[in-house]
T-cell receptor, first 114, second 109 residues
């Protein structure tokens, strides 16, 4: 099976712009989660989508949003970019089978805001 | 906040077993212990998970104490490619993953 894929892998934007990142989960996986990783804050949970509905949400401002499509692919959007949004954005998918969910991570999108 | 405590860093000689400890004294009965690792500039990689019994797979072994307040991840024969940050996580099914700072494992040649 192909792994989780994220596009683009690298992105440079300027302050005030908006950005959309894409994640394609492993085939058959219905849950997609997004994380932000920075050197100072480490890995922080953004939100999780399951069957096109947001199921969990982290403590990020409303500028960060996401959605999931019927084929389980997900996008996250950051509006009005700030310098502090420079980070590695990771997507993870999960099969939601049984009582245990193992998340499989993609390679990430590295965003640089200038 | 993360519900686990791990040492900041550890060294291990190549070829030896790497034993990574994790304290989770407030773990509740329905929380599983998960281990992930992150090699530099890559996404985290799932290693193993367990509830109360010891677990083993092709990558590692997980030893959970009887009171479930701590656990140890064992990499039986560490190689240079095992150099990474190792995260111990406790979570309930359906809940978000909260990553702590993890343990930076250095494998020494």
């Amino acid at each position: 099976k192909a792994g989780v894929t994220q596009t683009p892998r690298y992105l440079i934007k300027t302050r005030g712009q908006q950005v959309t990142l894409s994640c394609s989960p492993i085939s058959g996986h219905r849950s997609v989660s997004w994380y932000q990783q920075t050197p100072g804050q480490g890995l922080q949970f953004l939100f999780e989508y399951f069957s096109e509905t947001q199921r969990n949400k982290g403590n990020f401002p409303g500028r960060f949003s996401g959605r999931q499509f019927s084929n389980s692919r997900s996008e996250m959007n950051v509006s009005t970019l700030e310098l502090g949004d420079s980070a590695l954005y990771l997507c993870a998918s999960s099969p939601i089978t049984g009582i245990q969910e193992t998340q499989y991570f993609g390679p990430g999108t590295r965003l640089l805001v200038l | 906040d993360a519900k686990t405590t791990q040492p900041t860093s550890m060294d291990c000689a190549e070829g030896r077993a790497a034993n990574l400890p994790c304290n989770h004294s407030t773990i509740s009965g329905n929380e599983y212990v998960y281990w992930y690792r992150q090699i530099h500039s890559q996404g985290p990689q799932y290693i193993i998970h367990g509830l109360k019994n010891n677990e083993t797979n092709e990558m590692a072994s997980l030893i959970i104490t009887e009171d479930r307040k701590s656990s140890t991840l064992i990499l039986p024969h560490a190689t240079l490619r095992d150099t990474a940050v190792y995260y111990c996580i406790v979570r309930v099914r359906g809940d978000k993953i909260i990553f702590g700072k993890g343990t930076r494992l250095h494998i020494l040649p």
